[in-house]
């Protein structure tokens, strides 16, 4: 039997058109769902990446979420998204809409960049993140705050039965019915690599790659740098 390549595959574009259909509420319902966790992993992520004057790939940007963080470090973002809605919600001047596998970029164009709470959403996850190390320039770095799944087994069945019915229920609250698509989250946390698979994929692109694991190895931060050749 062939060997399933991770990220989303066949049901990528049932998530992508769930995420379009609650633009609206997206940040507050999400930040609730993480239980307020959000903020601070969005930080650690920018932290470690943004530099006074470099260029950041905002990597399923949304509606510029990470990019106002971006900015605040002395950071230019580049928002890119597959996601027209999404984009549309954000002010940001430099916008492009674009799926992680296919990133419209000369290669070593970024300083660094930043996903939060999207690479999950690849629909091929090698190839995105095949993308990101190519578009880097030398000493680049990488940097994700997302969703997590531990390698235990007890806490990941626990993971699963928050995530089965808080992110409808927490959506309902946040947006009414439209809340009811924040239920996809179950779905990619099924498709979700576990942390030590992530950590392991993203070594064959970086060289140095510490992941950090947070609510029971529900949340996650990854640092990964490129040092210059």
């Known amino acids: ?109 970024f300083n660094g960049a930043v996903a939060g709470f999207a690479l999950r ?12 190390a190519r578009v880097l320039g030398p000493e680049g770095s990488f940097s994700i705050c997302d969703l997590g799944k531990p390698d235990s087994t007890a806490k990941r069945v626990l993971l699963a039965m928050y995530l089965l019915v808080a992110p409808a229920v927490i959506g309902m609250v946040s947006a009414g019915r439209a809340g009811l698509k924040y239920a996809s989250l179950y779905d990619t946390y099924l498709l979700t690599l576990r942390n030590s698979q992530l950590a392991s994929l993203l070594s064959h692109f970086f060289e140095s790659v510490k992941l950090t694991e947070l609510r029971l190895g529900g949340a996650i931060v990854v640092r990964c740098f490129r040092p210059a050749r």
């Open 1 to 109: 039997m062939r060997k399933r390549r991770p990220g989303l595959q066949q049901r990528w574009s049932y998530v992508v058109n769930s995420l379009q259909e609650i633009v609206p509420s997206y940040e507050r319902a999400s930040s609730r769902i993480s239980l307020f966790g959000d903020r601070a992993m969005r930080n650690e992520a920018v932290a470690y990446t943004v530099r006074s004057g470099s260029t950041v790939l905002d990597l399923g940007a949304g509606p510029g979420t990470m990019s106002r963080l971006i900015v605040q470090g002395g950071g230019d973002p580049v928002l890119v998204d597959v996601s027209k809605p999404m984009l549309k919600a954000s002010s940001f001047r430099n916008r492009v809409q674009a799926a992680f596998e296919y990133l419209p970029f000369r290669s070593a164009s």
């Open 121 to 132: 959403d690849s629909s091929d996850l090698i190839s995105a993140v095949s993308e990101v």
